[in-house]
């Protein structure tokens, strides 16, 4: 709900960035659940935008003294402020919020992970970041698939019932699941019926000598 209004209401963003801060800084119980709990605030915050330029300098600085003080914080905090750290690296421009899942995964420390669907049956698992896109996503389907080599382009595709909507290869994959969250909020499909599909999007030929994409 607190990213939601950040997105919402982008003015807020330094001002919640501050607040959060303010939270983690020599609390008196690091490592308690309500410190862990602001932590993976700040983890989701992190991984949905960046506050201003003249912030991030100082959000750095916090999160770096925070693992350099490893015997003070314990090992959760100073894993949630390396998680912080890395995510600052790859963060890039979101439509949405985290979704439940993307939560859940940052505070488990496992990540998210999606399945991806293939013609014929087969479902293949891929780890994810916050930031990875469609493209991350393709390369490693066709990594698994051996087709690295193969001319013929593949697409990542969104489905449920009659929708198959191609997906662009920029798109952040963690963006699709919070929008099928949503979708499921406002009852336009339950979230477990949307689907990533991998498949054929557009193949090569030989023509009269020449290459050409149909």
Request: glycine letters at 6%.
């Amino acid at each position: 709900a607190i990213c939601q209004a950040c997105f919402d209401v982008p003015k807020l963003r330094n001002e919640v960035y501050c607040q959060v801060i303010k939270l983690t800084t020599n609390f008196p119980e690091p490592g308690s659940p309500l410190n862990l709990n602001h932590w993976y605030l700040l983890g989701s915050l992190c991984s949905s935008f960046l506050p201003s330029r003249k912030f991030v300098r100082f959000l750095r600085f916090h999160l770096r003294r925070t693992t350099e003080q490893f015997e003070t914080n314990g090992d959760d905090v100073v894993a949630a402020a390396q998680f912080c750290l890395d995510a600052l690296k790859k963060t890039k421009l979101r439509d949405f919020p985290p979704s439940t899942a993307e939560v859940r995964g940052i505070m488990n420390g496992t990540g998210l992970e999606c399945k991806v669907y293939c013609v014929g049956g087969k479902v293949i698992p891929v780890k994810i970041s916050s930031s990875s896109t469609c493209a991350d996503v393709l390369k490693d389907v066709k990594a698994q698939l051996k087709l690295q080599h193969c001319s013929n382009g593949f697409g990542l595709f969104e489905t449920c019932g009659v929708v198959d909507k191609y997906l662009e290869e920029k798109s952040i994959v963690a963006d699709v699941y919070s929008k099928w969250e949503k979708y499921e909020a406002h009852q336009i499909g339950d979230t477990d019926a949307w689907k990533l599909v991998f498949k054929l999007f557009s193949f090569f030929c030989i023509k009269f000598g020449h290459l050409i994409s149909v």
